[in-house]
């Protein structure tokens, strides 16, 4: 009989919730995902979770915990290159150890994690285009875990990596358009520069262009900032005269 861990309708909810654009960063988005983790899973104590880079060495680039030795774990194993998440990350395949204190596979990480209380772990991974999202969820007894539970963790990787990347799109997105913006208002700002310029020399706006030019350089000061002055103090005599 196949096993299918139950997922309430709340926790539904807040999965679907995860995907969403919000203005949140990355690390708040994967502290989400601990926290879910570390609520729905069967055995699961506490969780850790990191955003990498992709290419032929995953860097990590975000992470959240839900405790700070497990955040200690996985900071040290990116410090040292090495460990469970680590090796996850390059591979993009899940880790699972049913028991930390006969694991053999990495002999300076175990010690780490026995000395704080972790039994057991599981590491899922997801990718969604450049994003790569490592979800560890923690035992502290041996066994805790349920290799059929490990699913729902798989799940949760995968919003949080939609999450993650969402997040990226929005945060390049409000970027972007601040730039225009900027770009926008500073136009806006040389071209009143420009006629305050054309009315006090009686000159055409490639001469008062060249003027703002010539003041920027001489002054060692921006373009924008010299035709914000230039305009500022346009305006002040022009409430002064009234």
């Known amino acids: 009989m196949t096993f299918e861990p139950q997922i309430s309708s709340e926790l539904a909810t807040q999965v679907a ?3 969403l654009v919000h203005e949140a960063s990355a690390t708040v988005a994967l502290r989400r995902v601990t926290e879910l983790a570390t609520r729905a899973v069967h055995g699961c104590a506490g969780a ?7 290419g032929d060495a995953s860097e990590p680039l975000d992470q959240a915990g839900t405790h700070p030795h497990l955040a200690y774990l996985t900071e040290i194993q990116c410090a040292r290159r090495a460990g469970p998440i680590h090796d996850a990350a390059g591979s993009e395949t899940p880790v699972f150890c049913a028991d930390t204190l006969a694991e053999t596979r990495w002999p300076d990480y175990t010690p780490l994690a026995l000395q704080r209380g972790v039994r057991c772990f599981a590491v899922t991974v997801y990718r969604t285009g450049p994003v790569i999202v490592t979800l560890t969820m923690y035992g502290v007894v041996p066994g805790a ?12 990787a995968a919003q949080g990596g939609a999450a993650v990347s969402n997040t990226r799109l ?3 997105a409000h970027r972007t358009a601040t730039q225009l913006r900027q770009a926008v ?8 520069a420009k006629g305050v310029l054309m009315h006090a020399m009686g000159c055409d706006a490639d001469t008062a262009f060249a003027e703002l030019k010539r003041i920027s350089q001489t002054r060692h000061v921006k373009l924008t900032a010299i035709a914000q002055r230039i305009v500022s103090g346009h ?6 005269r009234r």
């Open 17 to 19: 919730r995860l995907g």
């Open 48 to 54: 850790t979770a990191v955003r990498w880079s992709t």
């Open 145 to 156: 875990l349920d290799r059929r539970e490990l699913s729902l963790g798989a799940l949760l």
């Open 170 to 172: 929005y945060e390049d």
């Open 185 to 192: 208002e500073a136009r806006s700002i040389v071209d009143q």
């Open 235 to 240: 305006r002040t005599e022009a409430r002064e």
